[in-house]
């Protein structure tokens, strides 16, 4: 029924618009979502852009992302930060890719040591001992000496690291351009088709 399945988490570093709109985009790809959203990203959420966050539990959250997002029936899944039964907890039902957009330096410290304190670390964890694909989107300037550190020692365990550091050679003309920019990158790791942004060469990009 879906193309494919997808974790996605979003916390509370600033950026807010990457994960809403990379979550925008894969409900509409038909890809099922399994999402996370931690109570800083809430925070985040609603000072960085205009949407008013149902009160409550995720049941309610899902319904208004579902809502907000066109999403079908059973298309999104939304789990609290101690759902332990939740299929992201265990490799034999975890999907193949997560994405952490936007990804805060408490996440990647956490992810890098194995803390595993809630769902979205453990998810992350799952998606390094079973080999999956784990996508991290950290926007965080400038990086500390413990920002690189915990960013090569995920890399070297498998993780990729992709900054959100939006290019201009699209010349974008807007703040949605620029959202976009970091959208078809994760889209392009996810191996999802997308006309969110002509490839390198294609387009005329180069010769604007």
Not at 9 to 29: E, F, K, P
Not at 67 to 77: D, R
Not at 107 to 116: H, Y
Request: glycine share 8%.
């Amino acid at each position: 029924m879906f193309n494919s399945t997808i974790t996605l988490a979003i916390t509370g570093a600033s950026g807010a618009q990457y994960g809403l709109r990379l979550l925008q985009v894969l409900l509409a790809q038909n890809c099922r979502v399994y999402l996370m959203v931690s109570g800083a990203a809430r925070v985040v959420i609603e000072t960085e852009t205009n949407l008013a966050l149902p009160a409550g539990d995720e049941k309610a959250l899902q319904l208004f992302f579902s809502q907000l997002y066109n999403a079908q029936p059973g298309q999104l899944y939304l789990f609290a930060k101690e759902d332990w039964m939740a299929p992201v907890a265990s490799g034999s039902s975890s999907p193949a890719s997560m994405v952490i957009c936007p990804a805060s330096g408490g996440t990647l410290s956490a992810i890098a040591s194995g803390a595993s304190n809630n769902l979205i670390e453990r998810a992350a964890d799952v998606a390094l001992k079973e080999r999956r694909q784990l996508i991290l989107v950290p926007r965080e300037t400038p990086y500390s000496e413990i920002h690189l550190k915990n960013m090569l020692s995920l890399t070297q365990m498998g993780a990729v690291i992709l900054p959100a550091s939006p290019g201009f050679y699209q010349n974008p003309e807007g703040l949605e351009d620029l959202v976009d920019f970091i959208v078809a990158r994760i889209l392009d790791q996810l191996q999802l088709p997308h006309t969110l942004l002509p490839k390198w060469g294609e387009g005329g990009l180069a010769s604007k």
